[in-house]
């Protein structure tokens, strides 16, 4: 039987629970998810649209949430649909099973992907497994763990393709945070005089962690932002490109790219902006016949919208100046579902370097 309640998990795993799964048994979350209009219409378009990769096939879906792509892979002729969930969220999944009158086909079974034990192969393993900046909670470990140990040689994987863009920005956003940073510096300094006046303690020591802090919080943090393309102020850039059937966790655990961006107006750089697209093509064996793409890029809304990096103190840039450095994409190591992110780079204008290369460091909490 699956090990569903935390008496039976280890320590490890119940802190990974709380801190991760546990949001996803509540049908407020699945809500959330399901009335986003983008997210649905890409996956929904991606299997009802190719009914004939998934007729006759036998479909696993990792994560399956309330169960909505177990219960289109059904309508879409699958003979037979294993759908995990490791959370209780399970239970609500086969009430709508039951409701859509697909029981003799989907199957829900809880626990954990890589602590189940699906009875035979699959044809076809369909998930939505992206988070914010797509590698974000690190769900794709456990897809690409059901890839390995039970899809069929030519089985394909939904969605197949998956690339990281950024781009150079003008963000509307940093104001507001410079803004807030500042305030919270002034806010300190009242503080510390009120304790000195009323308590007769210094605390004026505290200024620079607390600085710290908050300069790490509201400059150095990601922060998620529903961009416009008019914030763009640069060429984009693949920060990766992965093909779902073949990637490996290690690869994904450090991601590291070169990257060169021609600036196209006279402006600020007060940011790099990241987000993600996923093409759903079937593999090389067994191709979609009609490929269905979904992006979260900006003027693409969706519940997982961009990623803002703050550049702070912003850059003045020129039409044609060149921004070119590198970008490392790795798992912070207290909680491997989150991300730590650096950006070094070097403003060129006229092939000539405007100031010293900066390294700005972000986590993606």
């Given at each position: 039987?699956?090990?569903?309640?935390?008496?039976?998990?280890?320590?490890?795993?119940?802190?990974?629970?709380?801190?991760?799964?546990?949001?996803?048994?509540?049908?407020?979350?699945?809500?959330?998810?399901?009335?986003?209009?983008?997210?649905?219409?890409?996956?929904r378009?991606?299997?009802?649209?190719?009914a004939?990769?998934f007729?006759?096939?036998?479909?696993?879906?990792?994560?399956?949430?309330?169960?909505?792509?177990?219960?289109?892979?059904?309508?879409?002729?699958?003979?037979?649909?294993?759908?995990?969930?490791?959370?209780?969220?399970?239970?609500?999944?086969?009430?709508?099973?039951?409701?859509?009158?697909?029981?003799?086909?989907?199957?829900?079974?809880?626990?954990?992907?890589?602590?189940?034990?699906?009875?035979?192969?699959?044809?076809?393993?369909?998930?939505?497994?992206?988070?914010?900046?797509?590698?974000?909670?690190?769900?794709?470990?456990s897809?690409?763990?059901?890839?390995?140990?039970?899809?069929?040689?030519?089985?394909?994987?939904?969605?197949?393709?998956a690339?990281?863009?950024?781009?150079?920005?003008?963000?509307n956003?940093?104001?507001?945070?410079?803004?807030?940073?500042?305030?919270?510096?002034?806010?300190?300094?009242?503080?510390?005089?009120?304790?000195?006046?009323?308590?007769?303690?210094?605390?004026?020591?505290?200024?620079?962690?607390?600085?710290?802090?908050?300069?790490?919080?509201?400059?150095?943090?990601?922060?998620?932002?529903?961009?416009?393309?008019?914030e763009?102020?640069?060429?984009?850039?693949?920060?990766?490109e992965?093909?779902?059937?073949?990637?490996?966790?290690?690869?994904l655990?450090?991601?590291?790219?070169?990257?060169?961006?021609?600036?196209?107006a006279?402006?600020?750089?007060?940011?790099?902006?990241?987000?993600?697209?996923?093409?759903?093509?079937?593999?090389?064996?067994?191709?979609?016949?009609?490929?269905?793409?979904?992006?979260?890029?900006?003027?693409?809304?969706?519940?997982?919208?961009?990623?803002?990096?703050?550049?702070?103190?912003?850059?003045?840039?020129?039409?044609?100046?060149?921004?070119?450095?590198?970008?490392?994409?790795?798992?912070?190591?207290?909680?491997?579902?989150?991300?730590?992110?650096?950006?070094?780079?070097?403003?060129?204008?006229?092939?000539?370097?405007?100031?010293?290369?900066?390294?700005?460091?972000?986590?993606?909490?």
């Amino acid at each position: 039987m699956p090990e569903t309640h935390a008496g039976q998990k280890s320590k490890s795993e119940q802190l990974d629970f709380a801190n991760y799964f546990v949001s996803y048994g509540y049908l407020y979350h699945q809500k959330d998810m399901l009335q986003d209009q983008g997210r649905m219409d890409g996956y929904r378009n991606a299997i009802l649209m190719n009914a004939r990769s998934f007729a006759g096939k036998v479909v696993l879906d990792v994560g399956t949430g309330s169960g909505i792509l177990a219960i289109w892979a059904a309508k879409a002729g699958a003979k037979k649909v294993y759908a995990v969930e490791a959370t209780s969220m399970s239970q609500h999944a086969r009430r709508l099973v039951a409701q859509n009158n697909l029981q003799d086909v989907v199957v829900v079974l809880e626990g954990y992907m890589e602590k189940l034990e699906i009875p035979e192969k699959v044809d076809i393993i369909v998930s939505e497994w992206m988070g914010y900046f797509l590698l974000r909670e690190a769900m794709l470990d456990s897809v690409l763990y059901a890839r390995d140990t039970y899809l069929k040689p030519g089985g394909a994987m939904y969605p197949s393709h998956a690339q990281i863009i950024m781009a150079p920005l003008c963000a509307n956003l940093h104001t507001q945070r410079a803004g807030e940073y500042a305030d919270e510096l002034g806010a300190w300094a009242d503080f510390s005089e009120y304790m000195r006046a009323s308590n007769g303690v210094e605390i004026g020591g505290l200024a620079e962690y607390y600085d710290r802090e908050q300069f790490e919080y509201l400059l150095q943090t990601a922060h998620w932002c529903q961009l416009s393309q008019a914030e763009i102020i640069g060429d984009e850039f693949n920060l990766c490109e992965m093909d779902v059937h073949d990637v490996t966790v290690p690869q994904l655990s450090d991601v590291r790219c070169d990257f060169r961006s021609e600036i196209v107006a006279e402006t600020e750089l007060t940011a790099f902006g990241g987000w993600f697209d996923v093409q759903f093509k079937g593999s090389a064996a067994a191709p979609a016949g009609t490929p269905v793409p979904l992006s979260t890029a900006p003027g693409a809304p969706t519940h997982w919208a961009q990623q803002v990096f703050l550049v702070h103190p912003p850059l003045s840039v020129m039409e044609g100046d060149v921004v070119e450095g590198s970008v490392r994409l790795c798992r912070q190591k207290v909680n491997h579902r989150l991300l730590y992110v650096q950006v070094r780079f070097t403003l060129l204008r006229g092939g000539a370097p405007v100031e010293p290369e900066r390294t700005c460091n972000y986590r993606i909490d």
